[in-house]
């Protein structure tokens, strides 16, 4: 075995990182995120350029309304708090409490992701469809891109949950929830962007 | 060893320091989310009442934006603990190369309009 951890004292203080599988998980998620990145660089920059192009269609500042957008940041947020108070109780071998963070987690963002439903269908029957001007399609492509990775984290944490509900925390699923919640946090940080860029500085005028 | 590592275990292994370790950790990270709240809230205060110039608010919210994503990344995703070296180096090499991506986007698509 490559790994030598001592399990005999109990749970080891950073079981995501106590295996060599999850040592190389941890790495291999970075470099992925790395990826992820570079790849959102690119719309936010399509979309950047692409921002005034409205050819005679609505404008997002004729449609945004902050409070819905302040509402969804706070959604996703919150559910960044709660998946890392799911691996802080992780770290201390309470199941039950990560359990239920992450539980609280995948909640939060269902009401994320509804929201952006309904947002995207209140803009559609405000006249802004996807191919109305290269505008819209640079916004619906970067902000439903998102939208895509957060439907693609709740499958995942939910496929993790379903699957290890009664498990308790192991050195093989510990790395695996450590993995999702660096996703979930990497979300998160795109978002940052998305409402500063997509939503404020259009409702700002700039 | 196998078999030990789908086994629950029914006590945790840390020591009293690392117990003290993690319940500062756990305070940092409530008070680096109530930060990263403020920052929300002050960004879309300063867009929401209008009543700042649209020349400050601008780089004012793009400023907020950029500490915030530090926050997330150094605290929320822990890249201030040690043993992330190498995860820095991946990550700034990432934003090394998506700082030109925006920019030539930006460009070629908003100003030249190639």
């Known amino acids: 075995m490559a790994d030598h951890v001592d399990v005999s004292q109990g749970l080891p203080a950073e079981p995501h990182r106590a295996t060599l599988e999850g ?3 941890f790495l291999a998620m970075w470099c992925f995120l790395t990826g992820e990145t570079i790849m959102f660089a690119t719309f936010f920059g399509t979309f950047l350029g692409l921002r005034h192009q409205t050819a005679g269609g609505p404008a997002l500042a004729d449609l945004v309304a902050l409070p819905l957008v302040f509402f969804m940041t706070m959604l996703l947020l919150t ?6 108070l799911g691996i802080l109780a992780m770290k201390k071998n309470n199941f ?13 963002g269902f009401g994320f992701i509804g929201c952006e439903i309904y947002e995207f269908y209140h803009y559609y029957h405000a006249g802004l ?31 993790l949950l379903s699957r290890y509900w009664n498990a308790g925390v192991t050195l093989t699923n510990a790395h695996k929830f450590y993995a999702a919640s660096l996703y979930w946090h990497f979300i998160d940080v795109i978002w940052v962007f998305i409402f500063t860029v997509v939503y404020l500085l259009a409702a700002g005028g700039a | 060893m196998a078999e030990e590592l789908s086994k629950p275990f029914d006590k945790s292994a840390m020591t009293l320091q690392e117990r003290a ?41 793009l400023l907020l934006g950029v500490i915030q994503f530090f926050l997330q990344l150094f605290y929320f995703m ?15 090499s990432g934003l090394v190369l998506s700082a030109p991506v925006v920019i030539s986007l930006i460009l070629l698509l908003g100003i030249v309009k190639w």
């Open chain 1, 23 to 25: 040592k190389n998980k």
């Open chain 1, 79 to 84: 559910s960044s708090l709660t998946s890392v």
């Open chain 1, 96 to 108: 039950k409490a990560m359990r239920n963070y992450f539980v609280i987690t995948v909640l939060l």
């Open chain 1, 129 to 159: 469809g996807y191919t109305t001007s290269a505008f819209a399609s640079s916004f619906y492509t970067l902000v439903g891109l998102h939208g895509f990775h957060v439907l693609f984290g709740l499958g995942w944490i939910i496929t």
């Open chain 2, 21 to 61: 370790e993690h319940s500062k950790e756990t305070r940092i990270q409530i008070i680096s989310f109530a930060f990263m709240i403020g920052l929300t809230v002050l960004s879309f205060l300063a867009v929401g009442t209008e009543v700042l110039a649209t020349g400050f608010v601008v780089p004012f919210i």
């Open chain 2, 78 to 92: 822990h890249l201030k603990d040690k043993d992330h070296g190498w995860p820095n180096m991946l990550f700034s």
